[in-house]
């Protein structure tokens, strides 16, 4: 399955649930999938492997049912900012004391 195959799926779930997903409320549905990004951090701070796996997916789940509801060809979308970022410069935007060591 595509993933943007998969993101119409996951719309189609959510809409059957009773969920609503439309741009006019966009910005909750943004700050649940930061929700979820915290509920993986969190995850990580207790080693927790089985739940920081299982919030990644619950972001990535919120995340195609934006894209199915909102009809964005992800794997056009995500294509095309690699191409952008693979013209970017090594370490694009840091500067050479910010290295992790």
């Known amino acids: 399955m595509s993933m943007n195959e998969l993101a119409k799926e996951i719309a189609k779930w959510r809409k059957e649930k009773g969920f609503v997903t439309t741009w006019d409320n966009m910005l909750e549905k943004l700050m649940l999938v930061v929700s979820e990004v915290s509920e993986a951090a969190e995850c990580y701070r207790n080693d927790d492997r089985k739940g920081f796996n ?19 060809d992800i794997e056009r979308e995500i294509g095309k900012k690699m191409e952008k970022n693979r013209k970017r410069p090594y370490r694009h935007g840091k500067k050479m004391g910010d290295v992790v060591k």
């Open 54 to 72: 299982e919030e990644i997916a619950d972001i990535f789940i919120r995340l195609f049912d934006i894209c199915g509801t909102l009809n964005i």
